[in-house]
């Protein structure tokens, strides 16, 4: 492994390399997030609403750059022919997932089209007169695509989409060297295998569930991630965690911002001044997700207000907390998103909405056997391996009992399991970084030993799961003949009721008129 680090020092001499601002890179990746915001607030707001709203978010920018890198004189430097490779595989990466159906669409694809759809062929808001009903989601990430594809047509939106989804993994890449140290050859390569191959052991849980016979489907291609689904009992006991693949491919419009905010958070972990700005950056794209972060920016912020009180800086503390942009984003992006969402149905259908720890006494034995699989299987392994190196650190500890305390929970109609599934992303997210981390400190930079040589064996199991995903995907397109393979079986949900399909109180409000956001605030 010590050829890497002797390859990147000999390279950096004869190869071409390129050279990336840190902070062109911190100001995209912010961009990349405030842009559609900014342009939800203009477009489906009141004018008198939305323009300061819009405004005064673009001010609590400015402060976070200023604050964040006016004196920053970091950068990457990349070998370019490395850089071009990677920049290559990452495209070909997105391109499998199936966004913009160009691939082979996956099973939450249909509602997201349909969604895309309506966003570009209806006004914004988008209300359905034929129906009664509005269009509430988490959409802000179609934004911009939407704009284009109003503009020049449903196939170009798709260009965009698909293009805008790349740039936000391409920035997530950038942001992931930097926040890991990685500069030799065998270091940024390393971050973008992880980055594609992040993943519990799910080929092994699939494999011991088949022995026991626990496992609902057959052992094969595919990306093994239900594997605990023959636990379901009306409650989420069919515990799964997403891999880096499974979040791309499935909820693509709440991977990018989150891999993104993640990373800025861990950037700013000592800067409280931040906090609230970069935590609410990610709230309209993703909540769940959102959940998760305000975890560990809970615990920096406790750390910190220690650290004050004792040196006794109490008063800068505080003055720091209530920044102009943490003021400036809690008074713009909160209130807005906060009266959308409560559009929402899914909390409080049935009475059985809301946040819940599930039964413990319904851990009977297999479903016992079960969780602790999961978490070993999941997260525990590699999380042991890794531990000497963080056994100082709060953020691993963090990120450990977040891990373990996550699946307990169910939030939403009974049986969901968008919380375990959700929430537990920013904490799978910030283990790979630690793991990135150690492997470049105790592989890359020094000699295989017994442990490291585990870990690796480890880490090409679980890279095995997204593979055997494109794998399944290139099956499919064998065996039906055709590409791209595209389920667009929702189409519109313009003529549509809640009940008609599955899942659509995630994204239709009727009475809609009767909600504070459309009677208030909405153009």
Not at 75 to 98: D, E, R, S
Not at 117 to 132: A, C, H, K, M, Q
Not at 149 to 175: D, M
Not at 448 to 469: A, E, Y
Request: hydrophobic content about 50%; proline content about 4%.
């Amino acid at each position: 492994m010590s050829f890497f680090k002797q390859r990147s020092i000999l390279d950096t001499r004869t190869e071409h390399t390129v050279h990336i601002p840190y902070r062109l890179v911190i100001g995209v990746g912010v961009g990349y997030l405030v842009l559609p915001i900014c342009i939800f607030f203009v477009t489906w707001l009141r004018w008198y609403i939305g323009f300061p709203e819009a405004f005064a978010l673009l001010a609590g920018v400015a402060f976070f750059m200023r604050n964040t890198c006016s004196d920053s004189t970091d950068k990457l430097v990349l070998p370019l022919k490395h850089f071009l490779a990677i920049a290559v595989l990452l495209l070909l990466w997105v391109w499998t997932t199936g966004i913009g159906n160009f691939f082979v669409s996956a099973y939450d694809h249909p509602y997201r089209t349909a969604l895309f759809r309506d966003l570009i062929n209806f006004d914004w808001p988008v209300i359905y007169s034929e129906t009664g009903n509005a269009l509430i989601y988490y959409l802000f990430y179609w934004m911009i695509p939407a704009l284009f594809g109003k503009v020049f047509g449903w196939a170009t939106g798709n260009v965009v989409l698909l293009l805008w989804t790349y740039i936000g993994v391409l920035l997530a890449y950038l942001l992931l060297l930097h926040v890991c140290k990685s500069k030799t050859n065998g270091e940024i390569w390393l971050a973008a295998i992880l980055l594609f191959g992040w993943s519990g052991l799910n080929t092994v849980g699939s494999a011991i569930t088949q022995i026991l016979n626990m496992n609902l489907y057959p052992f094969g291609l595919g990306s093994g991630l239900g594997w605990l689904d023959a636990l379901f009992n009306g409650y989420s006991f069919n515990f799964f965690y997403r891999s880096n693949m499974e979040t791309l491919t499935q909820i693509y419009n709440q991977a990018t911002p989150l891999w993104i905010i993640t990373l800025l958070t861990l950037d700013s972990k000592n800067k409280v001044q931040n906090f609230a700005f970069l935590g609410l950056c990610l709230l309209p794209f993703a909540p769940l997700p959102f959940l998760g972060l305000v975890i560990f920016l809970i615990a920096f912020f406790c750390v910190q207000l220690h650290t004050a009180y004792k040196n006794r800086e109490i008063v800068p503390f505080i003055k720091q907390t209530f920044s102009l942009q943490n003021i400036l984003a809690s008074i713009t992006i909160f209130p807005v998103t906060a009266l959308f969402f409560s559009c929402n149905l899914t909390t409080h259908q049935d009475g059985s909405g809301g946040l819940m720890l599930l039964p413990l006494e319904l851990f009977d034995k297999v479903r016992t056997v079960g969780i602790i699989l999961f978490w070993i299987l999941q997260f525990g392994i590699i999380a042991a391996l890794i531990f000497t190196k963080y056994r100082k650190s709060i953020l691993y500890y963090i990120t450990i009992a977040s891990l373990i305390v996550i699946p307990l929970f169910e939030f939403g109609k009974r049986g969901g399991r968008d919380f375990c599934m959700n929430v537990s992303l920013p904490a799978l997210f910030i283990l790979m970084v630690l793991t990135i981390r150690y492997l470049n400190e105790h592989v890359i930079q020094k000699n295989l030993g017994v442990k490291n040589l585990i870990i690796c064996v480890v880490l090409t199991l679980s890279i095995l799961s997204p593979i055997q995903d494109i794998a399944a995907k290139l099956d499919t397109i064998g065996d039906l003949h055709q590409f791209p393979v595209i389920n667009d079986s929702v189409v519109s949900f313009s003529d549509k009721q809640i009940g008609d399909i599955a899942h659509l109180e995630n994204f239709l409000v009727p009475n809609y008129d009767r909600t504070a956001f459309f009677k208030y605030v909405a153009r």
